[in-house]
């Protein structure tokens, strides 16, 4: 009785090794999450010119796997940029343009930013994004930044959106509020903006020229001004910041409501879809900071950066279930200080930037299973 006992656990044993295996065979490869992620110290190259970053407010990939930054200059202290001054007051350093692009091995390929003329150039940086024909949208979020800009990958001024010091609140159709992210959906021309800082609202403009399309709050309600509790991934009101916006390919729009700890999910009509709560016990800043979908032709998973505990999470796209995490504060390679935006390349690699006193950007390359 035991060698057939022994005999039926062995063949129930083979049985099962044989369904897993049939099972892990036809889930595409690359609709499997990576075991994990390896910073990569070497990236990017030192930069030239003497030049120093202060804190990093946005993080866009290119079609090139070009990397693109936008820092804040204004943010560095008077100790990192001694060589500034005249006389310097030290060998190194001095402010690095507030815009940079990497190439994919981490050289600049060109810099540029700051006042010109035609436009108004933030004052306090915050937020960019390469549309498909490769020109460059950026933004603020000082008080006074009502306004996105779009400039050729040189640096030449196309286009302004919103105006400085002008703003009309969540429902206006004219002006946006402290908006923090864009992005374009380029089939429909259509630009969304997470706006933002000051309002708490998706807006969507025609991209061509800044024309109103149509705009939602939470839940895809009409958005209110009134100052409710944040930290309530519940809450009928989107707080501020309503701090990123992105398209999946499927034709949804995804919004980080920072402080509510959530993300909420709609339709392009701004119809309410789905919500996901992450770190709800989290204070402070909120854990909804940005997102960037697995480069599957399903995105399966999205990469969400949580500001407030400082930590990249794998997310099942469909449910919302945290599958992995990687990251905590510190200054070490690896580690952040305040994880504020994530990027994504053709090779799955992840970029992130850093506020607060982090002021860097790292790469983090995939570890296969």
Known sequence: ????????????FLATATLLAAACAQTPKDEVPPAGYTVDTAWPKPLPNNWILGQVAGIAVDARDHVWLIHRPKTIIDEEKGASFNPPRAKCCVPAPAVIEFDPEGNV?????????????????????IDQQGNV??????????QLIKFTPEGK??????RAGQTGGSNSTTLLGRPAHMEIDAQA???????GYGNKRVLVLDAGSGAYKRHWGAYGKSPSDEKLPMHNPKSPQFANPVHCVRLSKDGLVYVCDRANNRVQVFRKDGTFMNEFAFEEKSL???????????????????FLA?????????????????????????????????LHNIG??????LYTAEVATGKRVQKFRPQER
């Not at 035609?118 to 940086?125: A, D, F, I, S």
């Not at 021309?189 to 706006?195: F, G, R, V, W």
Request: aromatic content about 12%; hydrophobic content about 35%; overall charge neutral.
């Open 1 to 12: 009785m035991k060698i057939r006992a022994s005999k039926l656990v062995w063949k129930a």
């Open 109 to 129: 390929v060109r810099a540029w930013g700051g006042p010109g003329q035609g436009y108004e150039w933030p004052e306090n940086e915050h937020g960019i994004y």
């Open 137 to 146: 949208w950026v933004g603020g979020n000082d008080p006074k930044d009502h």
């Open 157 to 162: 001024f196309l286009l302004q959106v919103g």
């Open 189 to 195: 021309n259509e630009l969304y903006i997470a706006d």
């Open 284 to 302: 402070g800043s909120g854990s909804s900071f940005d997102l960037v979908f697995s480069n599957d032709p399903k995105q399966k998973f999205f």
């Open 306 to 338: 949580d500001g407030v505990n400082d930590q990249v999470l794998t997310v099942e796209r469909e449910t919302g279930k945290v599958i992995s995490s990687f990251g905590r504060p510190g200054r070490m390679a690896g580690q952040f200080l305040v």
């Open 344 to 349: 994504i390349d053709s090779k799955g690699n």
